[in-house]
């Protein structure tokens, strides 16, 4: 019936063209959409091979079709003329979009794409013998109002050779192997009851799945223009739907969209499938909650938190027992990192919604960002080691009043905005899981965190019974708070490190350089201070003029890569599956140089000589994914592990899928994987 549906609206089409647009409707002008065989490796390896693609360029308002194109439209047909030991396996499509045009849905690309196919290369073919590919094809393009059938005769002159591949090629099949689905290694089950197809899915309940849409791969299975109803129920993702006419029963194969252009390949028998129940949501919003507060809770104790949490707890030694002072205070400095929290979870949720490949941490991916925060943290650590004063952080003056107020809450914002990257122990999963719930839910979770990451002050503020524990004033007050500025100091020390590591040698250098500059002026405002002079606002646009020069003469471009060691492979999706299917033993893990929790982990377990040794004997290959600078391959491979953030650890065993390992590694732990 497909075939009459698109001979009928071409011919609808048509009726209402004059004989000359008619006649260039079929072949008559250039296609509209252009066809391009190209390879990943223009010299495919002799028992080996390449991957090869078809790569469609849709003209505005025209569309191609998915392998099972819907209601209406017919998928490409490709005749192949290979020679001797050549062969060419099944055509790959991406996960396709959705176009509802007079009630019939369609499985469409609206943009550039590209179908996929694995070239290989007998063994016994010489290095150095030509292997032209010809490929005759044939598709369909069509606009909401009409259907144009379009072929070509696309070529491939390509020369048996090592496989070697262009940066620029490796990169655009990487684009294009992104967007095909993969498989979901767990089996769904079906089951068809009064006219309804109900599907239940095993996906994780931290998974990120959003716009969710079933593809089904044979007809029959369910009527395609139907609204697909989705729920999710602990680790269990279910669909109901109208089931189609003539179906044949038995395994079926299906696309499962879980985003844009992401998905998987699931594989569902006949079976029970449970009753949906909405307590899953609820349970999965409690856990993130959960999650966040303690996540929060635990940034307490990162080093450039502490040190301005052991202010707050001086200024309330100072306050004395002026409870309306202490939790005016305190209810300033919790808005402030809750505020911020939201800020920076509202941004990620509305970068992700347009497109943007981003995770937990994102504003840490911008070298600029990193300097803004190294001239911050130096300014806040000379300030605490006594340069210059500033009210805002200083021992206690300007407790009472506006300028308190206004200095906790800026206190607070900076807290949460240098706090908040690293995914620590519980908040890995709680920001995976926020991407996934409807939106208020999601800003709920972010606001959890920020509650955390104050909850210690405010219950210094709250409970007179801790606050009395609190030293009484006195001298100490301001030795304690010159030994508070180690901890800022280190941290603009880690800055620097990480700005170095995103624009290498000359990167760090200007934000030394800058922080040196900023240091001096701090200095020449503190001696008029001490003298009772002003110059506080001239300091202050000074130091944003040094800074928005020094953002200027930044490098533009990241420095090149350079391999951690012979046993240590970069991330790469194509490696690893190479790696599954020839049963070797991986373990993989993804980390930032902005990640304290990485860092640690990496120092105290993973670049150790018993577990280089224990997975040396073991034949393990070691691959790491490196997040510091923003990386789409990445961030799509998290988002499939159901994470927003780092630090993730997988390891596959040979044979099986991966096991997440715990956030908080030691040598016996990994040890132990190869026994």
């Known amino acids: 019936m ?14 209402a063209l004059s004989p000359a647009q008619a006649q260039g409707a079929f072949g008559g002008g250039p296609a509209h959409i252009a066809a391009q065989l190209v390879a990943e490796s223009a010299a495919p390896r002799p028992g080996e091979g390449t991957t090869i693609a078809f790569a469609m360029i849709p003209e505005s308002g025209w569309h191609g079709y998915w392998e099972n194109p819907g209601d209406a439209g017919l998928g490409m047909t490709v005749d192949w003329t290979l020679p001797r030991g050549v062969s060419v396996g099944p055509l790959r499509y991406p996960v396709p979009e959705t176009l509802l045009i007079s009630g019939l849905m369609n499985h469409v690309y609206e943009g550039p794409y590209g179908v996929l196919a694995t070239l290989k290369v007998a063994p016994g073919i010489a290095p150095g013998t030509r292997l032209p590919v010809r490929a005759k094809a044939q598709w369909l393009a069509c606009t909401d109002k009409v259907c144009v059938p379009e072929s070509g005769e696309l070529t491939l002159e390509l020369v048996a050779g090592d496989g070697t591949v262009s940066a620029a090629d490796r990169m655009r099949f990487d684009g294009w192997r992104t967007h095909l689905p993969r498989p979901l290694g767990s089996q769904a089950s079906y089951a068809v009851k009064d006219g309804k197809l109900r599907l239940s899915v095993p996906f994780p309940a931290s998974a990120q799945a959003s716009d969710i849409h079933l593809f ?6 369910a009527r395609y223009a139907a609204p697909q109803t989705v729920t999710r129920d602990g680790d269990t993702l279910r669909i109901e739907t109208d089931a189609g006419e003539g179906g044949k029963g038995g395994t079926v194969q299906a696309v499962l969209r879980t985003g844009d252009h992401v998905g998987f390949l699931l594989t569902a028998k006949p079976g029970a499938v449970a009753g949906v129940s909405g307590g899953g949501q609820w349970s999965a919003i409690f856990a993130a909650l959960g999650g966040a507060l303690l996540g929060g809770l635990l940034l307490n104790i990162m080093p450039c938190v502490f040190p301005i949490l052991g202010l707050k707890a001086m200024k309330l030694a ?6 309306r002072t202490v939790r005016r205070e305190a209810l ?12 920076l979870g509202g941004a990620l949720l509305a970068l992700r919604a347009a497109g943007g490949a981003v995770g937990w941490a994102f504003q840490l991916q911008d070298p600029r960002i990193i300097l803004a925060l190294l001239l911050l943290v130096t300014g806040i650590a000379f300030n605490l ?15 009472a009043g506006k300028g308190g107020v206004a200095g906790s809450f800026w206190t607070g914002a900076l807290v949460a905005f240098v706090a908040t990257p690293c995914a620590g122990p519980f908040m890995a999963a709680a920001m995976g899981a926020a991407l996934l719930l409807p939106l208020a839910a999601a800003l709920a979770v972010f606001a959890g965190l920020g509650l955390g990451l104050a909850l210690p002050f405010l219950l210094l503020a709250y409970v007179p019974a801790l606050r009395k524990r609190l030293p009484k004033p006195g001298g100490w007050m301001g030795r304690f708070q010159k030994i508070l500025a180690i901890p800022m100091f280190l941290t603009a020390l880690g800055l620097a490190w990480l700005l170095g590591q995103q624009r290498g040698v000359s990167g760090m250098t200007i934000g030394l350089a800058a922080a040196l500059l900023l240091a001096l002026l701090l200095w020449w405002l503190g001696g008029r201070q001490r003298l009772g002079k002003g110059g506080g606002w001239i300091a202050a646009i000074a130091g944003l003029a040094l800074m928005a020069g020094a953002a200027y003469a930044l490098p533009t471009r990241a420095p090149a890569a350079v391999e951690k060691g012979d046993s240590t492979v970069h991330f790469d ?29 990496e120092a105290a377990a993973i670049d150790r000589a018993e577990t280089r040794a224990a997975f040396d004997k073991g034949g393990v290959t070691v691959m790491v994914g490196d997040w ?47 026994r």
């Not at 698109?6 to 009726?15: G, H, K, N, S």
């Not at 089904?216 to 299975?221: I, M, N, T, V, W």
């Not at 990445?634 to 997440?660: D, H, N, W």
């Open 2 to 15: 497909r075939i009459f549906q698109v001979i009928l609206m071409t011919l609808a089409w048509l009726a």
């Open 573 to 601: 999706v194509a490696k690893l599956a190479e790696l599954r299917t020839a049963n070797k033993p991986v373990f993989l893990y993804f980390t930032a140089d902005w990640c304290l929790t990485c860092k640690a982990n």
């Open 318 to 323: 100072k306050a004395g027992g002026d409870e």
């Open 332 to 343: 300033a400095y919790t808005l402030g990192v809750i505020v911020t929290c939201l800020a």
């Open 385 to 399: 080691a006594g340069l210059f004063d500033l009210s805002a952080y200083g021992g206690g003056e300007g407790l």
């Open 628 to 674: 510091t600078n923003a990386d789409p391959a990445i961030t799509r491979f998290l988002e499939g592990q159901g994470r927003s953030g780092v630090p993730l650890y997988l390891f596959y065993a040979p044979g099986k899928e991966a096991v997440t390992l715990p956030q908080l590694l030691t040598p016996a732990t990994l040890a132990g994987l190869v």
């Open 216 to 221: 089904p791969l044979a007809e029959g299975l």
